[in-house]
C-alpha cells in the first residue's frame, strides 16, 4: 500500500504539471497567431513588462500583494513585470475600458464576479480572497449605534427604514436592492463616506476585509464599526482580463495555484486578514443572511472549493 505523504507528493506534483502544459499551451497559441503584438522574446526571463492595474486595486495593499504574489510564482517562465497605478476612473468605466482593450488606462482589475462582467472579460477563477468580500459589516456613524441595536432579521432592517450606501457600479447595489433594502449610491467611492457623514444613509456596507482599512485611511471619529451584525452571501473577488489576453490570465492563475499548493497562498491570507477577522469578532456577531442572484454555480462551486489553513494542503482540487 502506498504512503499517504507519498500520494499526496504525487498529487502535488500532478496538478503542477498540469498547470505548466496549460500555460505552455496557451503561449504557444497565442504567440502563433498571425500579427500577434506579444512574441516568445517579449515574454523570455530577461524581459521586465509592465501591468496597469486600477487605482483602487493599486491602493489597497491586500490587492496589490496578491497580484504581485501571483506574478513572482510565476515569474521563472515569463520574466519580471513592473505593476503601475491606472488612472483613477470610476469602477463602471474601469470595466468599459478594460472590455475595450484600452491598455494605456487598465489591463487588469480584481473586483466582485457577477454574470456579466464574466461574459465580457476573462475572469481568473481562483477567488482573490476566500469569500470574504461576502462577509459585510456596517460602517456607521457613532450617533446612529442606537438604530442597529437588537436587529435580528430583514424585517427589523426594514421597519426601521435603515439605508444602505453602496457604489452604483457594484454587484452588492443589486444584490441588496434584490433582498428588498433601499440603498443610496455614489458614482465614485470617495463619495460614499461624505454622503453616510450627512446621513444619506445609515450603514456603508463593507466586506470584513475592508472596513478596518477604510477607517484606518480616513483617519477620523465620527464613524466606526457596528459591532453585532454580519451579513453574508456568496461572493467573490477575481481577477479579470481583457478577452484578448489570454497568455496574461494563464499566467495570474498559474501563479495563484502554485502560491496555493506551496503555501505561500497561506501566508498571504494569514498575514492580510487575521487581524481583521480576529478584531472584528465574526462568530459573536449576528448573522443576516442575504441572497446573491448574481453569483453563477461554477463561481459558486470554485468558491466553496477552500484551501484547508491548518496544514496549507487543499481539502478539494
Known amino acids: 500500500m502506498v504512503p499517504a505523504m507519498k500520494l499526496f507528493s504525487i498529487f502535488l506534483a500532478t496538478i503542477t504539471s498540469l498547470y505548466f502544459l496549460m500555460a505552455a499551451e496557451v503561449f504557444a497559441e497565442v504567440a502563433s497567431e498571425p500579427n500577434n503584438e506579444i512574441g516568445v522574446n517579449e515574454i523570455g526571463a530577461e524581459s521586465s513588462e509592465?501591468?496597469?492595474y486600477w487605482y483602487r486595486n493599486y491602493d489597497s495593499g491586500p490587492s496589490l500583494a496578491l497580484l504581485q504574489l501571483a506574478l513572482d510564482q510565476t515569474k521563472d517562465l515569463f520574466?519580471?513585470?513592473?505593476?503601475?497605478?491606472?488612472?483613477?476612473?470610476?469602477?463602471?468605466?474601469?470595466?468599459?475600458?478594460?472590455?475595450?482593450?484600452?491598455?494605456?488606462?487598465?489591463?487588469?482589475?480584481?473586483?466582485?464576479v457577477n454574470p456579466d462582467r464574466e461574459k465580457k472579460l476573462i475572469p481568473i477563477r481562483v477567488a482573490a480572497d476566500e469569500g470574504l468580500i461576502g462577509l459585510r459589516v456596517c460602517v456607521i456613524n457613532k450617533e446612529d449605534k442606537a438604530l442597529f441595536e437588537n436587529v435580528r432579521s430583514h424585517k427589523d432592517i426594514l421597519d426601521r427604514d435603515i439605508v444602505f450606501g453602496q457604489g452604483v457600479h457594484w454587484p452588492d447595489t443589486e444584490i441588496l436592492q434584490t433582498n428588498g433594502f433601499q440603498v443610496e449610491?455614489?458614482?465614485?467611492?470617495?463619495?460614499?463616506?461624505?454622503?453616510?457623514?450627512?446621513?444619506?444613509?445609515?450603514?456603508?456596507?463593507?466586506?470584513?476585509?475592508?472596513?478596518?482599512?477604510?477607517?484606518?485611511?480616513?483617519?477620523?471619529?465620527?464613524?466606526?464599526?457596528?459591532?453585532?451584525?454580519l451579513f453574508s452571501y456568496p461572493s467573490a473577488t477575481l481577477f479579470f482580463v481583457n478577452k484578448s489576453e489570454r497568455?496574461?490570465?494563464?499566467?495570474?492563475?498559474?501563479?495563484?495555484?502554485?502560491?496555493?499548493?506551496?503555501?505561500?497562498?497561506?501566508?498571504?491570507?494569514?498575514k492580510r486578514y487575521d487581524d481583521d477577522i480576529k478584531a472584528l469578532k465574526l462568530s459573536e456577531r449576528r448573522v443576516i443572511r442575504l441572497n446573491n442572484p448574481l453569483i453563477s454555480d461554477d463561481i459558486l462551486k470554485r468558491t466553496s472549493e477552500?484551501?484547508?489553513?491548518?496544514?496549507?494542503k487543499l481539502e478539494v482540487y
Open 306 to 312: 477552500r484551501p484547508q489553513f491548518s496544514d496549507g
Open 185 to 229: 449610491t455614489s458614482a465614485t467611492f470617495e463619495n460614499l463616506f461624505p454622503m453616510l457623514e450627512f446621513r444619506r444613509f445609515n450603514c456603508f456596507l463593507r466586506g470584513v476585509s475592508e472596513a478596518r482599512d477604510d477607517l484606518k485611511r480616513l483617519g477620523e471619529n465620527e464613524f466606526i464599526i457596528e459591532p453585532n451584525l
Open 247 to 270: 497568455l496574461l490570465a494563464a499566467r495570474i492563475e498559474l501563479g495563484l495555484r502554485r502560491a496555493i499548493l506551496n503555501g505561500s497562498y497561506q501566508t498571504y491570507f494569514k
Open 50 to 52: 509592465e501591468l496597469i
Open 79 to 112: 520574466g519580471e513585470v513592473v505593476i503601475k497605478r491606472g488612472e483613477e476612473v470610476t469602477q463602471g468605466r474601469a470595466i468599459i475600458d478594460l472590455e475595450h482593450g484600452n491598455d494605456s488606462s487598465l489591463q487588469i482589475i480584481n473586483v466582485v
